[in-house]
């Protein structure tokens, strides 16, 4: 049995799937956390399978999400559709409500939010509700849990008599009968589409391309139904659009006003709105904004994070010691001993390290998108973004690319013009993510201790002046035209809970952690056996002599006028293309020493212009593999190749230019 999950943004869909499934995707209080289709089992009935869609507001295919959704519902045919509706806002979550009503599944409505409609001291009468749609009404609250065994037992019950939503017309005058009319016209055609007809007639009417082509309806079916719209238009002195959307509206407000009791003030709305003024006020909202972004940097990285980082490393490299202790004892082969210590211990070791900085940065990112604060900075940004191209939505990809490239770029799915997606997509990796914070702070331990949050916080500055720069010059030549209007919602402002955050944040953990046992481990064990032995696999003493020196001192001369054209910088930033944190474990293991160490050890291969050179390579060189490959499934091949070429030249010149004028001096 499939059923699927379908409602607007924000209306508590995936809070409802992970209590549904038990498992954990991602929630957040913005519109557009889910892009992709997500499948889970039900916990109570291994039988049920449940589907969360992207949220939308509408069976028109206007963005990526809304085509995802309406091709699951029309393609797939799931046994059954729970359409989740936020309770404060029910007229908006009503309006997909009678698109879904006719798509001739069973289906159940959800009202979500029942916490906060009580709250508010609005009172929705679901009898009444329930009366005119022809289909059951539950309330429920998601993140309460209450309410939803309610839900599964009405809704497995329909699908088990396989009760779908009676016909009914929510239409009358011109539009009822234009719509008839063309629903007639088309029906064998429907039938043969195995779309419902009254369903395929209201979106022909609204010039819906995709179901144009899947009717494919002959020359004179189409000019017949084109002439009873003109008609239709004629009559209602508005164009088909507004006469469709007029139409749900009036239907919506007969529902409301019999089954919607609202008090006179919004409680928690006239505080959401009290917030709003302070923070997305005209003057201060954008630099309240930058204080926030400063706190959270600082925080991650002067205070709390780089504490706990320091900390665990110690912690680490003690672990190694003992380890190197106990093998010595027992006799262990020197080799086998170099494997551990140098390879793995040092490698793993250096990348694990920094969990505690990646948990503190991605807690406070989370708190920014829970609270509904991540909506608001979309707003205030948006009249900045115009000026170089883009549009406010383009800052929350932006925004989780500080976390990781490839949420991020996924996150693009949420804009709705190609053009802004495309642009966003491309700038994304200038935004600096997680991963590359060890080896800024590696360096900067090193080569500038006294400044090292200065120089850390200055990679990202840096990141997003380019970015900006690159902006405005494609904006130029490459994409012309301007980002289309913003429209968003902003969601009202709630606590972020507990349970949720500690989920996200095990979630990245796990990812990263993982990552390190995995990816890292494995690159360090080939790096150590590089390293460590010739091309005719004898031990080397001295590793100038290794075949890992062979292959970088390839490489390394075109480093050289930035530099650092040495054999292990050339093999860091080849192992980095894989993970970005292979770079820190790379010279881990090529220097063999332990986390803390490692900073003193880079002196000898770098001097601080050559290391900071270095860091704007590395800033700014090709995304890792994975933010790679998800360029490829949003924009295709072509694309891909273009971002690693031009980050990759960028990352080149702009190192260059900075290591010829610094060495000057
Ligand atoms: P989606 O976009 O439809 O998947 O919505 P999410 O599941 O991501 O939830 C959006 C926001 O609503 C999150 O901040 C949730 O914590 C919150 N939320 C979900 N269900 C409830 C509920 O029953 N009551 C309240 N007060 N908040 C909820
Ligand atoms: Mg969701």
Known sequence: MIIALAGNQNSGKTTLFNQLTGSNQHVGNFPGVTVDVKEGISKSDKSVKLVDLPGIYSLSPYSGEEILARDFLLKEHPDGIINIIDGTSLERGLYLSMQLLQLNIPMVIAINM?????????VIKTDILSDYLKVPIIPISANKNEGIDDLMKAMIDLIKNKCAPPRQDFCSGPVHRTLHATAHILEDHAQR??????????????????????LSLGKN?????????????????MDRMAAIADMRYQYIEEITQKAVVRPKTDKHHDKTIKIDNILTHKIFGIPIFLSIMFVIFWLTFAV???????????????????????LNNFGINPVVESLVVDGVFAGVGSVLSFVPTIIVLFFLLSLLEDSGYMARVAFIMDKLLRKIGLSGKSIVPMLIGFGCT??????????????DKKMTVFLTPFMSCSAKLPIYSVFAMAFFTKYRAVVMIAMYVIGILLAIVAALISRKFVFKGNPIPFVMELPNYRLPTAKNTMLLLWEKTKDFITRAFTIIFIASIVIW???????RFNAVENSKDSILALIGSFIAPIFIPLGFGNWMASTALITGFMAKEAVVSTFAVLLSTQTESISSQLGTIFDPISAFAFLLFTLLYTPCVAAIAAVKRELGTKSMFVVVLLQTSLAYVIALIFYRIAILF
Not at 304 to 326: E, N, P, R, T
């Open 114 to 122: 029942m916490d906060e409609v009580f709250a508010n001291g609005i």
């Open 193 to 214: 589409a195995s779309v419902p007809a009254s369903f395929a007639a209201v979106k022909i009417i609204e010039g819906d391309e995709p179901m144009l082509n899947d």
């Open 406 to 419: 490839v949420p991020a770029i996924m996150a693009t799915r949420t804009l709705t013009s190609d053009r």
């Open 304 to 326: 709390v994070g780089s504490f706990l980082s320091d900390l665990l490393s110690g912690g680490i490299d003690s672990l190694a010691s003992i380890v190197s202790k106990g």
């Open 529 to 535: 056996f590089l390293n460590k032995f010739d091309i």
């Open 221 to 237: 079916e189409k000019d017949m139904i084109e002439h009873g719209i003109v008609e239709m238009e004629n009559e209602l002195s």
